[in-house]
């Protein structure tokens, strides 16, 4: 099965998993609770996340924790030639809707990659070697090259599927933290 026809199917997966919104919240906080309590939350400083659209795993509770425990958060805007930059937010930050129909902060505090200690990296699906599929376009695989920071997933069971190849330019993540029974993964 072609990377296309595998993202149409984890759109459908996570539609309907937002659909029984009680069993989505329940995943997500057995998964933040996995996520607090690690080494890697625990040290960072900075975290880059992206504010997640409706269907996906909610990241405005991890922005408010972050926020809570003095922690820098940045989140994305999409730049030209598919790059990404990354921009601090606190409460009172606005946001826009970037052609792809992901809220961008209207921010001006750039931060650079070397200050970004975690960085929570979206995907729709994941192997259990940490390599992502997203939506296509490769910001992320082209933002992680080089990112000496740390890296995790925030992973519903039902994206996990290793029934594909990643590419050579694919970048996979140090963690997967996820609602199975094994509860995170790590590839360090």
């Known amino acids: 099965m072609d990377k296309t026809q595998l993202r149409q199917q984890a759109i459908e997966k996570l539609e309907d998993l937002s659909v029984h919104l009680a069993k989505k919240q329940k995943k997500e906080q057995q998964i933040i609770t996995l996520l607090f309590h690690s080494k890697l939350w625990k040290e960072a400083k900075t975290v880059g996340m992206v504010r997640s659209q409706s269907f996906e795993f909610n990241t405005e509770p991890i922005i408010t924790k972050a926020l809570n425990q003095g922690k820098k958060v940045v989140v994305p805007k999409t730049?030209?030639?598919?790059?990404?930059?990354?921009?601090?937010?606190?409460?009172?930050?606005?946001?826009?809707?970037?052609?792809?129909?992901?809220?961008?902060?209207?921010?001006?505090?750039f931060v650079t990659k070397d200050e970004i200690d975690l960085m929570l990296v979206p995907g729709l699906i994941f192997s259990r070697k940490g390599y992502r599929i997203g939506f296509g376009k490769g910001y992320y695989d082209r933002f992680l090259q080089g990112f000496n920071g740390k890296t995790c997933g925030l992973v519903f069971s039902e994206q996990l599927n290793n029934d594909w190849q990643p590419e050579d330019f694919d970048q996979p993540v140090m963690r997967i933290y996820t609602d199975t029974v094994e509860g995170s993964f790590s590839y360090e």
């Open 79 to 109: 730049l030209p030639e598919r790059q990404l930059g990354f921009y601090e937010i606190d409460e009172n930050t606005v946001y826009q809707l970037s052609d792809f129909g992901i809220e961008e902060p209207v921010s001006n505090l």
